[in-house]
C-alpha cells in the first residue's frame, strides 16, 4: 500500500497536470483545425490540408523554415508513415505544437495506430493528445516512448487506464542512451500497478527505462513500492499480456 507522503505527491502531481492541460488548450500558437476537414478525409490518407498543418506546426517546434530541407523530409515522412488509420512518426523532433494539434486531428480521424516514439512531446503535447483520446472510439496502439514526460504525464496516462476501455498496447519505455528519454520515477510506477488492477483491455505496456525503480530525488527506492504495486497488480490482472519493465532497478522483493 503507498504510503501517506507518496499519495501526497500523486495529488500534487494531479495539480500540475490540470496546468499542463491548461496551457494545451489555450496555446496561442497552436495550428487551427479546419472545421470542414471533418467531411473531406479520405479512406486511408490524410487531406492535403491535414498535411499542410502538420508540417506548419513541425516548423514551429522546430523553427525551421516551410521550404526548408527537414520541412520537406517530413512532408514526405507524412505521405508515407501517415493515414487515416495508422500515423507512425518517430523522431522528427515533433514537439508541444505537434503534439496540440494531434490532439485535435485525431478526434476526425479512425485512428487505430499513434506511433510517436522519440520526438520531444513533453508534458504538455503528451497531456493534449492524452484528453483527445478520451472518447476516441478506434485507437488501440500508443507509442509514447522517449518523449522527455516527466512524472505528472505519466501519472496521467497511467490514471487514463482506470476509464479506458479500448486501448490494448502502451508503450512509454526508452531505449539506452535515447536522447529524450521519458523521466519517471517510483510513483509512476505505483500509478500503473494500482490502475491497471481492474483493466480488461491492455494487453501490453511498456516501461523498459523509464526510472520507475527510483524516488522523485533519483534515489533507490529502498521500499520497492513500485515493483510491490505491479507484483500485485500482476496477481490480479489476468488480462495482461507483456509487462516490459526492464532496465528500472526494481529490485525482486516487490515481484516475487
Request: glycine residues 8%; contains cysteine; negative net charge.
Amino acid at each position: 500500500e503507498m504510503s501517506e507522503s507518496s499519495e501526497d505527491l500523486l495529488a500534487r502531481a494531479g495539480i500540475r497536470i490540470a496546468g499542463f492541460v491548461d496551457n494545451a488548450e489555450r496555446s496561442n500558437d497552436a495550428p487551427s483545425i479546419d472545421p470542414e476537414f471533418k467531411d473531406t478525409v479520405p479512406i486511408g490518407d490524410l487531406t492535403s490540408e491535414m498535411v499542410s498543418e502538420l508540417v506548419s506546426a513541425f516548423c514551429r517546434d522546430t523553427r525551421s523554415e516551410s521550404a526548408s530541407s527537414s520541412a520537406e523530409k517530413f512532408r514526405h515522412a507524412l505521405l508515407t508513415n501517415a493515414t487515416s488509420e495508422s500515423i507512425k512518426l518517430r523522431a522528427h523532433r515533433l514537439g508541444m505544437h505537434s503534439g496540440v494539434y494531434l490532439s485535435k486531428l485525431i478526434k476526425q480521424l479512425p485512428l487505430t495506430s499513434l506511433d510517436l516514439y522519440g520526438n520531444v512531446l513533453r508534458d504538455v503535447g503528451a497531456v493534449a493528445l492524452l484528453q483527445s483520446l478520451r472518447q476516441h472510439e478506434t485507437l488501440t496502439d500508443l507509442n509514447l516512448g522517449s518523449n522527455d514526460l516527466s512524472m505528472e504525464s505519466g501519472i496521467a496516462l497511467a490514471r487514463e487506464l482506470e476509464t479506458h476501455k479500448r486501448l490494448q498496447k502502451l508503450d512509454l519505455g526508452t531505449e539506452e542512451n535515447a536522447m529524450y528519454a521519458n523521466r519517471f520515477n517510483n510513483l509512476v510506477g505505483v500509478a500503473f500497478g494500482q490502475t491497471l488492477q481492474n483493466n480488461t483491455t491492455l494487453k501490453e505496456l511498456g516501461l523498459n527505462g523509464v526510472g520507475i525503480g527510483r524516488t522523485a530525488e533519483k534515489k533507490e527506492d529502498s521500499k520497492f513500492q513500485a515493483s510491490a504495486a505491479l507484483g500485485m497488480m500482476l496477481q490480479r490482472n489476468t488480462y495482461l499480456q507483456v509487462l516490459k519493465a526492464s532496465a528500472n532497478s526494481l529490485g525482486t522483493s516487490g515481484l516475487v
